[in-house]
């Protein structure tokens, strides 16, 4: 009973998490057609923004805000100045399928090692705002703490304001319909360009937001954020990539199966239940949960 | 054997011998470079084949080198393979590999795809920790033999050389044939439209699986190139940054160019380490700067290539030969 509790809040945690990183690859493949492999690396230069504040002010609440405001601002830079451009240069040939995956590895590459130089590879360590350590609940300790409870709330916040915005505000309409159909949202005057670019901004502010809430109780490095893209890329894929609700869906069968296997199983599966995960349900679903409805072509 | 076929061969033989020729006379470091242009230029060829004629993109080509190197070591260890076998076997090994999830993957699409090959890569080097025989962390030792007696006494990285740029060539050689025979334009036609390639009677999926299991084979063979060069096989030779440089190789010089888009892919993949070093010795750059600066330059050149010669330098060259002729034409009239 203890195990199954611990399993599932830690799956809990961990899903939220990976729910958000997902959420920001979805927000950027269903507004550009782009698979940002440098998600992780946006994340990651946010986050040590956001240590900088950190350190500064001493205060982790402006540090939220600060990280995820320098997140969108380079997301926004990203698509502007390259994803914008490559995707009209190499419209066509063998590499037009392939072109922005690329061009997004690059970008990771540059911010490893632009960030590398400025902060070195040594570990930061990032204070968390509230305690990390296992809560107690009679003489049993859970391996679930206070930072977990505070990931689980913002993870939810976050996804409610992004729900709201994409349903009930206009700006929100505009880059569903920018996403769906880009030529008759432009006819209809909606601006693709400049909504699109949003839809990047928010994607590198929810990525920021997550490299804030998962490093306290760790360490921030050049490299640490790498593996979240990994799951959040199989979480985003699960959930068939378009969809922000199969993104929280597939962020939460990943974190469980990969809470449970390791309370249950063995904790050295943890790089091979996402594989396994990821190719059960694309065998049964190729594009995914949400994903491969007929009412939009890729 | 057809007449192209035979011009091929001979120009291969030619190349070989002229390799042959200079591995006697360069020093240890440009041997053990030329083992690793040879490895790369392998590795980059799968991902030539795979993404630049097929169309399909695989982040996880370092994973069935390590399947490649693996089996090589385990064959030569457990049943005593001499090692040429070794090399066979690792490219079985790997197409295997590369079939199972071929078979998965013939369903998916540009980014599922990459999903799942980005998952086998990270998935694949830490399933050397959970078997005890695959020796763990530090992996296993292979032994890479010495040269036949017939050619005396060979310096070990000397030996190292003639057998990797032997297998980039044989490699190189039985790529260009399949890639420019019927299944090439079959890849091509299924790239460019799949539809229109299915009415003509292509069946698309089996095309892809093959593709896929060839791609998977050859890498393979790459690993087991690398692991004969390094002596040993472990999972930190293969991280996810290998199959992310293998991608920056294919792209570089045209990622439909096999010949010489992935010799050049390699070298200046190689190239690379050396430039950097020399340039931070010659202008005494601080350690943070220079063990960042070749990804750095690396990372910046994939993107410069692809935004401003997307399809490479040489199809570059042509569309503003064809542009230029364009406007003349355009001017007499």
Known sequence: MEKLISASLIGLSQGAIFALMALALVLVFRSTRVVNFAQAGQAMVSTYIGWEVVTRTDNYWIALPAAA???????????????????????????????????????????????????TTEQKLFQSPVSVNGIEIGSTVYP?????????????????????FFQRTSLGLSLRAAAFQPEISRLAGVRVDRVRTIGWA????????????????????????????????????????????????????????????????????????????????????????????????? | MHSTHRRRLILFIIVGAVLFYFSSRVGILRLYQGSTVSMYVIAIGSIILLTGYSGQISLGNGAFMAIGA?????????????????????VLGAALAGLVLGIAAARLTGPYLAGATLALAVALPSIANLFPALGGEQGLGYDSGNAPALFGEVARFKWLFWISSLAALITCLILQNILKSRYGRVWKSIRSNSVAAELTGVNAPRSKVLAFILSAGI????????????????????????????????????????????????????????????????????????????????????????????????????????????HSHGGHR
């Not at chain 1, 993870?155 to 729900?163: E, G, S, T």
């Not at chain 2, 693996?70 to 260890?77: E, I, K, R």
């Not at chain 2, 600066?293 to 330098?313: H, M, R």
Request: proline share 4%; aromatic share 8%; charged share 10%.
């Open chain 2, 70 to 90: 693996y089996v090589a070591v385990l064959s030569q260890l457990y049943l005593n393979l001499p090692f040429f076998l070794t090399f066979f076997v690792a």
């Open chain 2, 219 to 326: 890498a393979g063979l790459a690993g087991a190139v690398l692991t004969m060069s390094l002596g040993t096989v472990s999972p930190s030779a293969f991280p996810l940054s290998l199959s992310f440089a293998l991608i920056t190789g294919a792209v570089i010089a045209g990622i439909s160019s096999l010949l010489p888009g992935s010799l050049v892919g390699a070298v200046v993949l190689v190239g690379m380490s050396q430039l950097v070093g020399t340039l931070t010795t010659r202008f005494e750059i601080g350690d943070v700067l220079a063990q960042n600066l070749k990804e750095l330059i690396v990372s910046a050149l994939l993107i410069l290539a692809v935004v401003f010669t997307p399809n490479g330098p040489g199809e570059k060259i042509r569309e503003m030969r064809d542009h230029r002729r364009h």
């Open chain 1, 144 to 164: 679930f703490s206070q930072a977990d409870m505070l990931i689980i709330s913002t993870v939810i916040i976050v996804m409610l304001i992004f729900a709201f």
């Open chain 1, 69 to 119: 405001l320098a997140g969108a601002l380079l997301a926004a830079i990203i698509e502007t100045f390259l994803m914008r451009p490559l995707a009209k240069r190499a419209s066509h040939g063998a590499i037009a399928p392939v072109a922005s995956i690329i061009a997004s590895l690059g970008v990771l590459g540059v911010l490893h090692s632009g960030a590398a130089m400025i902060w």
């Open chain 1, 202 to 298: 928010l994607s590198g502010a929810a990525g920021a937001i997550v490299g804030v809430l998962v490093t306290p109780g760790s360490y921030l490095s050049p490299f640490s954020l790498d593996i979240l893209l990994v799951y959040g890329f199989v979480a985003a894929v699960i959930g068939g990539l378009e969809s922000p609700q199969g993104a929280a869906l597939g962020g939460l069968i990943l974190g469980m199966s990969l809470s449970f296997t390791s309370i249950y199983v063995s904790s050295g599966l943890t790089f091979i239940v996402p594989f396994v995960v990821l190719l059960l349900i694309l065998i049964v679903k190729p594009k995914g949960i949400f994903g491969g409805g007929n009412s939009r072509n890729a």
